[in-house]
């Protein structure tokens, strides 16, 4: 069983920084795509950025030259580096993955994708 789990949503001023965590756990997996999306309340779940074979993407145009995304392949972990918080930032962040997983020792496999559980990000004025 694949996992992810979030980490260092906060309260933070406005002008603050903040970092995101994600890392995919368990066995028998590779990893595709990972990305980091956001729900501010009252809102439909937006696509912030993204990792994968395409490269580093930030996708929101209203966090473009304040937000970065990177990946640790070593680690299975993604990270969200978030500067110049505004509070119209103040989101639930989910971590997003797209997932390979061997489901047999002749290698067979299945493609199955994982959402994390949402860390809260609350920047104020």
């Known amino acids: 069983q694949v996992q992810l789990v979030e980490s260092g949503g906060r309260l933070v001023q406005a002008g603050g920084s903040l970092r995101l965590s994600c890392t995919a756990s368990g066995s028998g997996f590779s990893i ?36 970065t995304i990177s990946r640790d392949n070593a680690k299975n972990t993604v990270y969200l580096q978030m500067n110049s918080l505004k509070p119209g930032d ?30 809260l990000v609350t920047v104020s004025t």
């Open 90 to 119: 103040t989101a639930v962040y989910y971590c997003h993955a797209s997932l390979r997983v061997v489901v047999n020792v002749e290698g067979a496999y299945r493609d199955i994708e994982r959402w994390g559980q949402g860390t």
């Open 32 to 67: 595709n795509v990972m990305s980091w999306y956001r729900q501010a309340a009252g809102e439909q779940r937006e696509l912030v950025a993204t990792s994968g074979s395409g490269g580093d993407i930030v996708n929101a145009e209203s966090v473009k030259g304040r937000f």
